[in-house]
C-alpha cells in the first residue's frame, strides 16, 4: 500500500486495535491468474509470539481452494472514509479523502473441524455476549449446528506483514484541521461524523 510518511501508521497495537473494531475485511487470492475476494468477518488471535487471522468460507465458493495455492494472501481493512471539500481550507487548494485502511499479508491453511469448532464459537461470544438473549454456540440446536458447519470451511491466517494508513488531514494546519472536522460535521451522512470523530480523537 502506498503510504506518504504523515500518514504511515508504526504502532503495531494501534493497528491491531483498529482490525479488531473494523474486523470485516476483504480477503483476496488469485485463481487461474485472476484476482479474486470475499468479504468475511475475522477475528485477530495471537499464539504465542504470533498473530493470526481467522474464518470462514460457504462451502460452495471456490475461493477456499486457492487459500494453500496461494504463496500470500492479502486481507484489507477499511475504517471510515469521506470526501474532503478544499472550500474548508483557509488557501485555495484541491479536495481529496480522508480514511482508515490496514493491508495484512500471510500465508494459510484450512481448520479442522474441532479448530472450526472453536473458531465460531468465539465468534458468537465476541458478537453475542452483551446482548439480552445472546445465541451462543450452547443455546442453539446441535442437530441445526451438525447441518450448518458442514457448509462451511475454516481458514488460519498467519500474519508475515501489516501496513496500516490513517490520512486524516495530519498535514494540514491546526485551523484547517479544525475547519475539515466542523465541516464534515455539517455532512449528511454517517461515514462524515464517523471521520470528523476520528479526527477529534486524533487531533495533532
Keep these: 500500500m502506498y503510504i506518504p510518511k504523515y ?3 508504526k504502532d503495531p497495537e494501534e493497528i ?9 475485511g476483504t480477503l483476496i487470492t488469485t485463481r487461474k491468474g485472476r ?15 504470533d498473530y493470526f487471522l481467522t474464518g470462514h468460507f460457504a462451502y460452495g465458493n471456490p475461493q477456499w ?8 494472501i492479502l486481507v484489507t481493512f477499511q475504517g471510515p472514509h469521506a470526501y474532503i471539500s478544499s472550500s474548508w481550507y483557509e488557501q485555495e487548494n484541491v479536495p481529496t479523502w480522508n ?6 499479508y500471510g500465508t494459510a491453511r484450512l481448520q479442522t473441524e474441532d479448530e472450526l469448532r472453536q473458531d465460531l464459537v468465539s465468534l458468537l461470544e465476541t458478537y453475542e455476549q452483551h446482548r439480552v438473549k ?13 447441518k450448518e458447519i458442514k457448509g462451511i470451511v475454516g481458514f488460519k491466517l498467519k500474519i508475515t506483514e501489516i501496513q496500516a494508513a490513517y490520512k ?11 475547519n475539515v472536522i466542523d465541516g464534515l460535521r455539517t455532512e449528511d451522512h454517517p461515514a ?9 480523537k486524533r487531533r495533532p
Design 168 to 178: 486524516l488531514s495530519q498535514n494540514r494546519s491546526a485551523q484547517d484541521y479544525q
Design 192 to 200: 462524515s461524523y464517523a471521520v470528523a470523530d476520528v479526527m477529534d
Design 134 to 146: 445472546p445465541v451462543l454456540w450452547d443455546t442453539l440446536p446441535a442437530e441445526m449446528l451438525e
Design 99 to 104: 480514511y482508515q485502511a490496514a493491508h495484512v
Design 7 to 9: 500518514y504511515q501508521v
Design 35 to 49: 484476482p479474486i475476494a470475499t468479504h468475511l468477518p475475522l477475528q485477530l488471535k495471537k499464539e504465542q509470539d
Design 16 to 24: 491491531r486495535e483498529f482490525i479488531q473494531a473494523n474486523a470485516f
Design 65 to 72: 481452494r486457492t487459500l494453500e495455492e496461494t504463496d500470500e
